[in-house]
């Protein structure tokens, strides 16, 4: 049996690895549709920083193709989903994808 400290530097070994392959697939461009996944992006954070019931430390948002990918930890279920919906309703999200995780080590 691992422990939570093992426990909790798995995840987050997990949650880097994820996050690495994402930014490599995420590279620089120049059009018109990166400027609005950078707009997208920039406001799911704004309204994320926002919401008081929502801590933002770590969290990391992206956007590509009119696709949000949400990535890092939370501290409830509540906040996961929450984020989630902030997400949705940003104009010109046509997707969420959650990869949020639940920090459940105390």
């Known amino acids: 049996m691992i422990s939570n400290k093992q426990a909790c530097r798995l995840l987050m070994a997990v949650a880097v690895a994820g996050m690495a392959a994402a930014c490599s697939s995420f590279g620089a461009c120049n059009s018109s549709a990166c400027a609005e996944d950078q707009r997208i992006a920039a406001e799911v954070k704004g309204r994320l920083h926002a919401d008081s019931a929502f801590r ?16 890092g930890l939370v501290d ?3 906040e996961q989903g929450s984020a989630a919906s902030i997400a949705a309703d940003v104009p010109g999200v046509r997707r969420v994808v959650n990869e949020l995780a639940v920090n459940n080590i105390n």
């Open 56 to 71: 933002m430390g770590n969290v990391h948002v992206q956007a590509r193709d009119h696709v949000v990918y949400l990535s």
């Open 76 to 78: 409830t279920e509540s």
